[in-house]
Protein backbone atom coordinates (compact mmCIF):
# COMPACT_ATOMS: atom_id res chain seq x y z
CA UNK A 1 0.00 0.00 0.00
CA UNK A 2 1.38 3.39 -1.00
CA UNK A 3 1.62 5.58 1.77
CA UNK A 4 1.25 8.73 -0.16
CA UNK A 5 -1.97 7.08 -1.26
CA UNK A 6 -3.38 6.25 1.79
CA UNK A 7 -2.45 10.02 3.19
CA UNK A 8 -4.60 11.19 0.87
CA UNK A 9 -7.19 9.63 1.60
CA UNK A 10 -7.05 9.95 5.41
CA UNK A 11 -7.58 13.82 4.30
CA UNK A 12 -10.74 12.79 1.64
CA UNK A 13 -12.18 11.05 4.94
CA UNK A 14 -12.06 13.72 7.30
CA UNK A 15 -13.76 15.83 5.00
CA UNK A 16 -16.17 13.37 3.65
CA UNK A 17 -17.12 12.34 7.37
CA UNK A 18 -16.11 9.00 6.58
CA UNK A 19 -14.82 8.75 10.75
CA UNK A 20 -17.14 7.63 12.89
CA UNK A 21 -16.80 7.08 16.81
CA UNK A 22 -18.35 4.20 18.54
CA UNK A 23 -18.29 4.14 22.65
CA UNK A 24 -16.88 1.18 24.64
CA UNK A 25 -18.83 1.03 28.08
CA UNK A 26 -16.54 1.07 31.01
CA UNK A 27 -17.89 -0.18 34.21
CA UNK A 28 -17.49 -0.06 38.10
CA UNK A 29 -16.72 -3.18 39.09
CA UNK A 30 -18.17 -3.26 42.58
CA UNK A 31 -21.41 -2.21 41.40
CA UNK A 32 -21.73 -3.33 37.65
CA UNK A 33 -22.71 0.32 36.83
CA UNK A 34 -22.04 1.67 33.85
CA UNK A 35 -19.00 4.95 34.59
CA UNK A 36 -18.78 6.11 31.01
CA UNK A 37 -17.21 5.21 27.49
CA UNK A 38 -13.97 5.11 25.74
CA UNK A 39 -14.41 6.81 22.02
CA UNK A 40 -12.89 4.49 19.51
CA UNK A 41 -12.35 5.80 16.19
CA UNK A 42 -13.65 3.69 13.33
CA UNK A 43 -13.16 4.28 9.61
CA UNK A 44 -15.25 3.45 7.23
CA UNK A 45 -14.23 3.52 3.43
CA UNK A 46 -16.35 3.22 0.68
CA UNK A 47 -13.73 1.45 -1.27
CA UNK A 48 -11.67 -0.55 0.83
CA UNK A 49 -14.52 -1.03 3.65
CA UNK A 50 -13.38 -1.27 7.46
CA UNK A 51 -10.14 -0.12 8.34
CA UNK A 52 -8.82 -0.59 11.69
CA UNK A 53 -7.33 2.10 13.93
CA UNK A 54 -4.25 -0.41 14.75
CA UNK A 55 -3.42 0.27 11.11
CA UNK A 56 -4.32 3.78 10.16
CA UNK A 57 -3.56 6.04 13.46
CA UNK A 58 -0.22 5.28 13.58
CA UNK A 59 0.24 6.41 9.60
CA UNK A 60 -1.57 9.43 10.60
CA UNK A 61 0.75 9.61 13.36
CA UNK A 62 3.63 9.55 11.10
CA UNK A 63 1.81 11.99 8.26
CA UNK A 64 1.22 14.58 11.42
CA UNK A 65 -2.53 14.29 9.99
CA UNK A 66 -3.34 12.70 14.07
CA UNK A 67 -3.47 16.67 14.93
CA UNK A 68 -6.73 17.12 12.74
CA UNK A 69 -8.32 13.35 13.18
CA UNK A 70 -7.61 14.05 17.06
CA UNK A 71 -9.13 17.15 16.59
CA UNK A 72 -12.44 15.87 15.16
CA UNK A 73 -12.26 12.94 17.95
CA UNK A 74 -12.19 15.46 20.79
CA UNK A 75 -14.70 17.79 19.30
CA UNK A 76 -16.90 14.88 17.88
CA UNK A 77 -16.83 12.96 21.29
CA UNK A 78 -17.85 16.26 23.80
CA UNK A 79 -20.32 16.95 21.70
CA UNK A 80 -21.82 13.28 22.01
CA UNK A 81 -21.57 13.72 25.50
CA UNK A 82 -23.11 17.03 25.90
CA UNK A 83 -26.09 15.65 23.99
CA UNK A 84 -25.99 12.70 25.94
CA UNK A 85 -25.70 14.95 29.45
CA UNK A 86 -28.87 17.17 28.22
CA UNK A 87 -31.05 14.00 27.42
CA UNK A 88 -30.19 12.40 30.68
CA UNK A 89 -29.79 15.09 33.58
CA UNK A 90 -28.93 11.65 35.33
CA UNK A 91 -25.82 10.62 33.35
CA UNK A 92 -24.18 14.11 34.44
CA UNK A 93 -21.68 11.53 36.30
CA UNK A 94 -20.21 9.86 32.96
CA UNK A 95 -17.04 10.48 31.63
CA UNK A 96 -15.55 10.61 28.72
CA UNK A 97 -12.51 8.98 27.49
CA UNK A 98 -10.77 10.67 24.59
CA UNK A 99 -7.68 8.91 23.05
CA UNK A 100 -5.00 11.40 22.76
CA UNK A 101 -1.86 10.79 20.33
CA UNK A 102 1.79 11.87 21.06
CA UNK A 103 1.70 14.19 18.69
CA UNK A 104 -1.00 16.14 19.93
CA UNK A 105 0.11 16.46 23.45
CA UNK A 106 3.30 18.14 22.06
CA UNK A 107 1.15 20.36 19.93
CA UNK A 108 1.08 24.05 21.39
CA UNK A 109 -2.55 24.85 20.57
CA UNK A 110 -4.52 22.01 22.30
CA UNK A 111 -4.65 23.87 25.50
CA UNK A 112 -6.49 26.49 23.19
CA UNK A 113 -8.53 23.76 21.37
CA UNK A 114 -9.68 22.26 24.52
CA UNK A 115 -10.94 25.34 26.41
CA UNK A 116 -12.46 26.46 23.21
CA UNK A 117 -14.45 22.71 23.14
CA UNK A 118 -15.46 22.54 26.94
CA UNK A 119 -16.97 26.11 26.59
CA UNK A 120 -18.61 25.34 23.46
CA UNK A 121 -19.85 22.29 24.96
CA UNK A 122 -20.59 23.57 28.24
CA UNK A 123 -19.14 20.44 29.78
CA UNK A 124 -17.05 20.35 32.65
CA UNK A 125 -13.42 19.41 32.19
CA UNK A 126 -13.95 16.46 34.61
CA UNK A 127 -16.18 14.89 32.37
CA UNK A 128 -13.28 14.17 30.03
CA UNK A 129 -10.57 12.07 30.41
CA UNK A 130 -7.23 12.00 28.09
CA UNK A 131 -5.55 8.95 27.72
CA UNK A 132 -2.04 8.86 27.08
CA UNK A 133 -0.11 5.79 26.28
CA UNK A 134 2.26 4.73 28.80
CA UNK A 135 5.30 5.01 25.97
CA UNK A 136 3.89 8.77 25.15
CA UNK A 137 4.44 9.50 28.97
CA UNK A 138 7.64 8.16 29.02
CA UNK A 139 9.14 9.66 25.79
CA UNK A 140 8.52 12.94 26.59
CA UNK A 141 9.98 13.88 29.77
CA UNK A 142 9.49 17.92 31.40
CA UNK A 143 7.73 19.43 28.51
CA UNK A 144 4.78 16.43 29.14
CA UNK A 145 4.81 17.21 32.77
CA UNK A 146 3.98 20.57 32.36
CA UNK A 147 1.86 20.36 29.59
CA UNK A 148 -0.51 17.69 31.79
CA UNK A 149 -0.18 19.82 34.59
CA UNK A 150 -2.05 22.77 32.29
CA UNK A 151 -4.87 19.76 31.37
CA UNK A 152 -5.48 19.41 35.48
CA UNK A 153 -5.36 22.87 35.91
CA UNK A 154 -8.72 22.48 33.99
CA UNK A 155 -9.93 19.34 36.42
CA UNK A 156 -9.58 17.18 33.32
CA UNK A 157 -9.11 13.84 34.06
CA UNK A 158 -5.63 12.17 32.93
CA UNK A 159 -5.45 8.39 32.27
CA UNK A 160 -1.77 6.25 31.35
CA UNK A 161 -3.65 3.75 28.43
CA UNK A 162 -1.92 0.47 28.20
CA UNK A 163 0.34 0.13 31.26
CA UNK A 164 2.35 -2.56 31.35
CA UNK A 165 3.30 -2.49 27.53
CA UNK A 166 5.77 0.33 27.22
CA UNK A 167 8.88 -0.02 29.56
CA UNK A 168 8.02 2.57 32.56
CA UNK A 169 10.30 3.98 35.06
CA UNK A 170 8.64 2.93 38.19
CA UNK A 171 10.64 6.03 40.28
CA UNK A 172 9.99 8.41 37.53
CA UNK A 173 5.66 7.11 37.31
CA UNK A 174 4.97 9.58 40.28
CA UNK A 175 5.92 12.98 38.75
CA UNK A 176 3.05 12.12 36.60
CA UNK A 177 -0.08 14.02 37.37
CA UNK A 178 -2.16 10.74 36.26
CA UNK A 179 -5.55 9.89 37.78
CA UNK A 180 -6.34 6.53 36.16
CA UNK A 181 -3.90 3.53 34.99
CA UNK A 182 -5.60 1.38 32.28
CA UNK A 183 -3.66 -2.27 32.76
CA UNK A 184 -3.01 -3.26 29.51
CA UNK A 185 -5.03 -6.28 28.46
CA UNK A 186 -2.41 -8.63 28.02
CA UNK A 187 -1.98 -9.28 31.59
CA UNK A 188 -6.07 -9.29 31.94
CA UNK A 189 -6.35 -11.83 29.53
CA UNK A 190 -3.84 -14.12 30.74
CA UNK A 191 -4.90 -14.13 34.31
CA UNK A 192 -6.34 -17.37 35.51
CA UNK A 193 -6.71 -19.28 38.56
CA UNK A 194 -3.40 -19.04 39.85
CA UNK A 195 -1.65 -17.91 36.97
CA UNK A 196 1.40 -15.39 37.57
CA UNK A 197 -0.18 -13.12 35.84
CA UNK A 198 -2.82 -12.54 38.75
CA UNK A 199 0.24 -11.39 40.58
CA UNK A 200 1.44 -8.79 37.87
CA UNK A 201 -2.43 -7.32 38.32
CA UNK A 202 -2.10 -7.02 41.88
CA UNK A 203 1.01 -5.43 42.26
CA UNK A 204 0.21 -3.07 40.00
CA UNK A 205 -3.17 -2.27 41.20
CA UNK A 206 -1.28 -1.76 44.93
CA UNK A 207 1.03 0.39 42.61
CA UNK A 208 -1.34 2.51 41.32
CA UNK A 209 -3.23 3.12 44.39
CA UNK A 210 0.19 4.01 46.21
CA UNK A 211 0.45 7.02 43.44
CA UNK A 212 -3.28 7.99 43.80
CA UNK A 213 -4.58 6.77 41.02
CA UNK A 214 -8.02 4.77 40.12
CA UNK A 215 -7.28 1.28 38.04
CA UNK A 216 -9.47 0.26 34.87
CA UNK A 217 -8.31 -3.38 33.39
CA UNK A 218 -8.87 -3.32 30.07
CA UNK A 219 -9.83 -6.99 27.84
CA UNK A 220 -12.10 -8.35 30.43
CA UNK A 221 -13.63 -10.90 28.58
CA UNK A 222 -14.91 -13.73 31.35
CA UNK A 223 -17.10 -13.38 34.15
CA UNK A 224 -13.57 -15.38 36.14
CA UNK A 225 -11.13 -12.19 35.02
CA UNK A 226 -13.97 -9.72 36.38
CA UNK A 227 -14.45 -11.40 39.68
CA UNK A 228 -10.23 -11.35 40.36
CA UNK A 229 -9.93 -7.99 39.11
CA UNK A 230 -12.66 -7.07 41.87
CA UNK A 231 -11.10 -9.04 44.77
CA UNK A 232 -7.58 -7.32 43.71
CA UNK A 233 -9.50 -3.88 44.36
CA UNK A 234 -9.75 -2.98 40.57
CA UNK A 235 -12.27 0.01 40.24
CA UNK A 236 -13.37 -0.88 36.49
CA UNK A 237 -13.49 -2.57 34.23
CA UNK A 238 -14.16 -2.53 30.11
CA UNK A 239 -14.28 -5.83 27.62
CA UNK A 240 -16.10 -7.33 25.68
CA UNK A 241 -17.76 -9.63 28.70
CA UNK A 242 -19.92 -6.12 29.68
CA UNK A 243 -19.96 -4.63 25.79
CA UNK A 244 -18.10 -4.37 22.84
CA UNK A 245 -17.48 -0.24 21.75
CA UNK A 246 -21.01 0.67 20.49
CA UNK A 247 -22.58 3.18 17.81
CA UNK A 248 -23.70 6.02 19.41
CA UNK A 249 -27.20 5.00 18.92
CA UNK A 250 -26.54 2.23 20.85
CA UNK A 251 -24.24 3.92 23.82
CA UNK A 252 -27.53 5.71 23.98
CA UNK A 253 -29.91 2.52 24.79
CA UNK A 254 -26.85 1.59 27.45
CA UNK A 255 -26.96 4.97 29.17
CA UNK A 256 -30.90 4.49 28.97
CA UNK A 257 -30.93 1.37 30.47
CA UNK A 258 -27.95 1.87 33.12
CA UNK A 259 -30.26 4.78 34.19
CA UNK A 260 -33.58 2.70 34.77
CA UNK A 261 -31.39 0.09 36.42
CA UNK A 262 -30.16 2.49 39.09
CA UNK A 263 -33.19 3.89 39.62
CA UNK A 264 -35.17 0.33 39.83
CA UNK A 265 -32.17 -0.73 42.91
P1 LIG B 1 -6.90 1.42 23.14
O1 LIG B 1 -6.99 2.87 23.41
O2 LIG B 1 -6.13 0.61 24.14
O3 LIG B 1 -8.40 0.90 23.02
C1 LIG B 1 -8.85 -0.35 23.46
C2 LIG B 1 -8.90 -1.34 22.32
O4 LIG B 1 -9.20 -2.62 22.83
C3 LIG B 1 -10.02 -1.03 21.31
O5 LIG B 1 -9.56 -1.44 20.02
C4 LIG B 1 -11.14 -1.95 21.78
O6 LIG B 1 -12.08 -2.26 20.78
C5 LIG B 1 -10.34 -3.16 22.18
N1 LIG B 1 -11.04 -4.00 23.15
C6 LIG B 1 -11.95 -3.60 24.08
N2 LIG B 1 -12.36 -4.63 24.83
C7 LIG B 1 -11.71 -5.73 24.37
C8 LIG B 1 -11.73 -7.13 24.76
O7 LIG B 1 -12.43 -7.56 25.68
N3 LIG B 1 -10.92 -7.96 24.04
C9 LIG B 1 -10.15 -7.52 23.02
N4 LIG B 1 -9.38 -8.42 22.39
N5 LIG B 1 -10.10 -6.21 22.64
C10 LIG B 1 -10.88 -5.33 23.32
P2 LIG B 1 -9.74 -0.52 18.74
O8 LIG B 1 -11.02 0.23 18.83
O9 LIG B 1 -9.46 -1.36 17.56
O10 LIG B 1 -8.59 0.55 18.90
C11 LIG B 1 -7.26 0.15 18.88
C12 LIG B 1 -6.33 1.27 19.29
O11 LIG B 1 -6.38 2.32 18.32
C13 LIG B 1 -6.70 1.93 20.61
O12 LIG B 1 -6.26 1.15 21.68
C14 LIG B 1 -5.97 3.23 20.48
O13 LIG B 1 -4.61 3.09 20.75
C15 LIG B 1 -6.13 3.52 18.98
N6 LIG B 1 -7.26 4.45 18.82
C16 LIG B 1 -8.58 4.18 18.67
N7 LIG B 1 -9.29 5.33 18.55
C17 LIG B 1 -8.39 6.34 18.63
C18 LIG B 1 -8.50 7.77 18.58
O14 LIG B 1 -9.58 8.37 18.47
N8 LIG B 1 -7.32 8.49 18.68
C19 LIG B 1 -6.12 7.87 18.85
N9 LIG B 1 -5.02 8.63 18.95
N10 LIG B 1 -5.98 6.54 18.92
C20 LIG B 1 -7.11 5.78 18.81
MG1 LIG C 1 -7.42 3.97 25.00
MG1 LIG D 1 -5.66 0.67 25.92
Not at 32 to 58: D, Y
Not at 89 to 115: C, F, V, Y
Not at 150 to 163: E, G, P, V
Request: charged content about 20%.
Amino acid sequence: LRLTQLESELHYALEHGEFELYYQPIIALSTNQLSGFEALIRWKNPKRGFISPIEFIPLAEDTGLIVAVGDWVMKEACYQLQTWMRQFPEASHLKMSINLASHQIREPDLLDKLDSILAQTGIDGSSIRLEITESTLMDQGEQTIKKLSQLRARNIQLSIDDFGQGYSSLSYLHRFPINILKIDRAFVNQMSDGGENIEIVRTITVLAHTLNMSVVAEGVETQQQADILKQLGCEFGQGYLFSRPLTAADAELAIAKSINLSQVS
